[in-house]
């Protein structure tokens, strides 16, 4: 416990010395996500991960730091300024609302609205950009037909992920470590965060119709409806099955020939806008575009964290006094 308290105290003596606010995140990944962010804005933050002040990854640690903090928290405001640990809203709301109520009040804590970090990028505006890095489209030659359609695609699939999902939350809010919304559908534990279409098709063929009926009076118990599906699904869930239900439709673009066309004087040129420009597998496309679409930033959605980091640095202190 000294060696984080220790660790933590020099990292917020900087801060407050060079003026330049600490943002604290759960793991490597974040910190990338985090930091594409503030430089999109223009903000000089110090970023960290929590595993940084010697403490494991994950949300437990930024709460043991924002706690211990807080009694300074609560009679300097420049605290608030410089300081903020960051967490994913996870499934503790549904577990203790009490705790989680009590987490909303620490100064410096900031919860995200989504399950996790990850659905923050599942937007019709960078479906947009996956159409760009996929094909050889560019914005304009996207329409909202186009999308309409990939969207439909996408929704048709929101009904088995929230029963999968309600599934995981219910587990774990029954304390259950592993997710028994994968179990036996022949999901090995490394691809247990690629909910693709055996994954989908096992739940809802062989699972699902033994224990809908108990999925959905934990729903109303919880005050849960599919429309909450983005705070109870996992981020990366989300966003898988985001790109996943998008892709194949991305790639029938290429069958409306009209549209495709690029036309140069000689004709030579016989390649379609909507081609795909990368030929992988499956799986490495997958990957591609899942670490691709983690870099395209939907400031619109992401407003509420774009608010909060815009919010750090002392200027406005300063400029009260």
């Not at 060079?18 to 995140?25: D, K, S």
């Not at 329409?143 to 995981?168: F, G, V």
Request: hydrophobic share 40%; net charge negative; with cysteine.
């Amino acid at each position: 416990m000294e060696d984080f308290r220790s660790n933590l105290n020099r990292y917020i003596i900087r801060a407050f010395m060079e003026e330049r606010p600490l943002v604290i995140v759960e793991s490597a990944d974040d910190r990338q996500i985090y930091t594409n962010i503030a430089n999109s804005l223009g903000l000089n933050l110090a970023i960290h991960r929590v595993s940084d002040f010697e403490l494991p990854a994950g949300c437990n640690g930024i709460i043991g730091c924002i706690e211990f903090i807080q009694p300074n928290a609560q009679t300097d405001e420049r605290y608030e300024k410089l300081i903020l640990g960051v967490i994913d809203r996870d499934a503790r709301f549904y577990k203790n609302k009490e705790e989680f109520m009590g987490l909303q009040g620490l100064k410096c804590l900031f919860i995200l609205k989504y399950y996790s970090i990850e659905t923050y990028f599942a937007t019709r505006s960078n479906l947009q950009k996956l159409i760009t890095k996929i094909t050889n489209a560019i914005h304009t030659d996207i329409t909202d037909e186009m999308l309409h359609e990939i969207e439909t695609n996408i929704n048709h699939s929101l009904e088995t992920l929230y029963y999968l999902s309600l599934d995981a939350l219910k587990q774990e809010c029954l304390g259950k470590e592993n997710h028994v919304a994968f179990k036996n559908l022949g999901i090995e534990e490394k691809e247990i965060n690629i909910v693709g279409e055996s994954v989908m098709k096992a739940f809802k063929d062989t699972k699902l119709p033994l224990i809908k009926d108990l999925l959905d009076e934990f729903a109303v118990n919880n005050d849960i409806s599919v429309t909450d599906i983005k705070l109870i699904t996992k981020g990366k869930w989300y966003l898988f099955n985001f790109i996943y239900r998008s892709y194949e439709p991305i790639k029938q673009l290429k069958e409306k020939e009209e549209l495709n066309k690029i036309n140069t004087p000689n004709y030579k040129d016989s390649k379609l806008i909507f081609d795909i420009k990368l030929d992988l597998p499956p799986v490495p496309m997958y990957a591609y575009l899942y670490s691709t679409i983690l870099e395209c930033l939907d400031h619109t959605e992401l407003a509420d964290i774009v608010q909060k980091l815009r919010e750090l640095g002392v200027k406005d202190v300063n400029n009260a006094s």
